[in-house]
């Protein structure tokens, strides 16, 4: 099912607004949300595995900006990845419990024509994504406007492309 889409980039943050440091892809993406830049929607959202699928659909770019407990970073720090980084962690699971990765892979080999043909994620290092708190960690909020900057970064780089 192909969505007609106004613009070809999307940034979409990921998390709850509600679990302290998983809310930082959401004010990632509302920050570019507020900059109305041209040719890129932004978007928050609460959902992963198969159900980002829809959202994607029809964008010929996709930023997503997402919490990362990978503890190999301290918290607050901002990595950038591509699909194929996280290919050992895709898996034959319920689709209840699909990763962004294994999703990505399904809908590409799905729905090659509509997927994007570009799709990187924007990462921050978090602390506590277990907490009920409308408050992040103070690194993990002070990491926004570098992981706005990775953002822009990336959509520059690709309009130049």
Do not use: C, W
């Amino acid at each position: 099912m192909s969505i007609s889409r106004s613009n070809e980039i999307l940034v979409i943050g990921l998390g709850s607004p509600v679990m302290k440091d998983d809310a930082v892809g959401l004010k990632v993406s509302e920050a570019i949300e507020e900059m109305h830049l041209e040719n890129v929607d932004a978007r928050q959202e609460a959902v992963g595995g198969l159900e980002i699928l829809p959202m994607v659909s029809g964008y010929r770019m996709v930023i997503i900006a997402d919490a990362i407990m990978a503890g190999e970073y301290g918290p607050g720090s901002v990595i950038i990845y591509d699909p194929d980084d996280f290919e050992a962690t895709i898996a034959d699971v319920p689709a209840h419990d699909v990763n962004l990765a294994t999703a990505i892979k399904i809908g590409r080999e799905l729905h090659p024509e509509t997927m994007p043909d570009t799709i990187r994620f924007v990462a921050i290092e978090v602390e506590d994504i277990q907490t009920m708190s409308e408050t992040m960690s103070p690194s993990v909020e002070a990491a926004v406007p570098s992981a706005v900057s990775a953002v822009l970064h990336l959509i520059s780089e690709y309009q130049k492309s």
